[in-house]
């Protein structure tokens, strides 16, 4: 059987789009804007679509091997209040994290295996840096320590209670996009240690 998908704070399909591209099944999302969810549904029309992130249990939907969530930055940013995962907007990565763990509580912590989340490097300095700490020990359900610089790098890895995380920053303007445009892509292995392996070793030729 082959991995399926689920995609969280959805919006066009971004991620249900790279997903098909490598053989994964995107088999819900969550969105709440009309346009998004039309465009989604016409190109995956097989796609669910489960509406309000607050609204849904992890124990009742379709158990899938990864979930990717793109939360929202409003309070993240540096071009915003700043309000930080305390903002309205920005809490909601907690639905996201809930949801995680009502999946994996309702199988036996098979599903999911993998988390990937993309937000905006002013996650990194909100509230001092400890709004990124946060992040790494909700995932790990760990206490995770701030850098003795007191700043986090833009590409690491930190382990606990058997999980490891892996983040880099990515610039959309060296994969094809007329624009600079950087984000945090944070992936999450919750079965080893496999999140470097993912997220930071390249593979493949030049290109690939």
């Known amino acids: 059987m082959g991995l399926k998908l689920g995609s969280l704070f959805d919006g066009i399909g971004s991620f ?37 992130i607050t609204k849904i249990n992890g124990a009742d939907i379709e158990p899938v091997d990864i979930i990717t969530a793109g939360s929202p930055c409003t309070d993240l940013s540096v071009a915003g209040k700043r309000a930080g995962l305390k903002g ?33 490097p002013g996650a990194f300095s909100s509230n001092r840096g400890q709004d990124f700490r946060t992040v790494l020990e909700e995932i790990t359900e760990a206490e995770i320590p701030m850098p003795a610089s007191g700043k986090w790098a833009t590409a690491g890895m930190v382990r606990g209670n058997g999980r490891s995380i892996a983040w880099r920053v990515l610039d959309a303007q060296y994969f ?33």
């Open 16 to 52: 249900p789009l790279a997903a098909t591209m490598h053989g994964i099944e995107p088999v819900w999302a969550s969105e709440i804007e009309k346009f998004p969810i039309a465009v989604t549904s016409k190109h995956f029309p097989q796609m669910k679509h489960l509406g309000d």
């Open 88 to 120: 309205t907007q920005s809490s909601l990565f907690l639905h996201f994290i809930r949801i995680v763990r009502e999946m994996r509580n309702a199988t036996d912590n098979k599903f999911p295996r993998i988390i990937l989340w993309e937000n905006v």
């Open 176 to 208: 094809g996009i007329a624009q600079r445009r950087k984000r945090i892509f944070l992936v999450a292995d919750f079965a080893g240690q496999r999140a470097g392996e993912i997220l930071l070793e390249q593979q493949g030729m030049s290109g690939h």
